[in-house]
């Protein structure tokens, strides 16, 4: 027979731990810090230009972002360090630095491109994607996350681990469209991967969440890419500008 003692023991556990699950499937605002590597010679393979640039000791790089959020906005920030402050104009080249907010609310996606040297402001609605979740499983900075896969076109797939415990649609570099946050993301053969190393729950400082535009001219993915291509094609090439616009 179980004692009294031991019913009232079991009672608390229980409400401590339903308290706790609540608690945890409810967080709607905080910081997440990624950490992204690329692999140079898979991003830039039979690209005869940038073969002087890569080598063994180059051909990986690693970079950390910032996605900070509430439940209806987002900002993924470039966390720049000293050596990237000082690796010049190729050294920006060779990955991106995006800056992407998001307005939930507004349906509406702003991303800075550091293009030339210069801020390009697109903004559009937040493009929908046809995520297929699989039943495949992982944790990544302490929550249990789903995988689910994105097929981007006919050769390329995006695979992505998102926490519906971190309420908010948002994920780096504005991917989202999950029932959760987005903790991990991969290109299929490992060229990109975004991985969450650091997970507070501080609510964010509401004026990072925003960038004004000011006076600069602002277009959508559409009208920048003919831009390019009208203005830019002897220098920019159209696999360069697939492989820039497929991750706007």
């Given amino acids: 027979m179980i004692s009294m003692g031991c019913i009232k023991n079991l009672l608390a556990v229980i409400t401590v731990t339903l308290v706790s699950s609540v608690s945890f499937a409810q967080v709607t605002s905080g910081r997440i810090v990624f950490e992204r590597k690329t692999n140079l010679q898979k991003k830039f393979a039979g690209d005869e230009r940038m073969k002087r640039f890569i080598n063994k000791d ?19 920030i470039p ?11 190729m050294s920006r080249y060779l990955t991106s630095q995006n800056h992407v907010y998001l307005d939930l609310s507004a349906n509406e996606k702003l991303t800075i491109l550091d ?17 297929k979740v699989t039943e495949s499983k992982r944790n990544i900075g302490g929550y249990d996350c789903r995988k689910a896969i994105w097929y981007m076109n006919d050769s390329t797939r995006i695979y992505a681990w998102f926490s519906v415990d971190i309420v908010p649609s948002i994920g780096p570099e504005g991917f989202g469209g999950l029932p959760g946050a987005i903790l991990g993301l991969a290109t299929e053969d490992g060229g990109v991967i975004y991985f969450a190393k650091e997970i507070t729950l501080d609510k964010p400082d509401p004026t990072k969440l925003v960038r004004e535009i000011g006076k600069n001219d602002v277009y959508t993915k559409a009208e920048l890419r003919e831009n390019l291509e009208k203005n830019m094609s002897q220098w920019v090439k159209p696999k360069d500008l697939d492989a820039m616009f497929s991750w706007l």
């Fill in 58 to 76: 180059t051909k990986s790089k690693v970079e950390k972002f910032e996605l900070i959020f509430n439940d209806t906005m987002s900002a993924f």
């Fill in 79 to 89: 966390i720049v360090s000293d050596e990237e402050e000082g690796g010049g104009w």
């Fill in 115 to 131: 293009f030339g040297g210069e801020d390009t402001y697109i903004k559009d609605a937040i493009e929908k994607k046809e995520w």
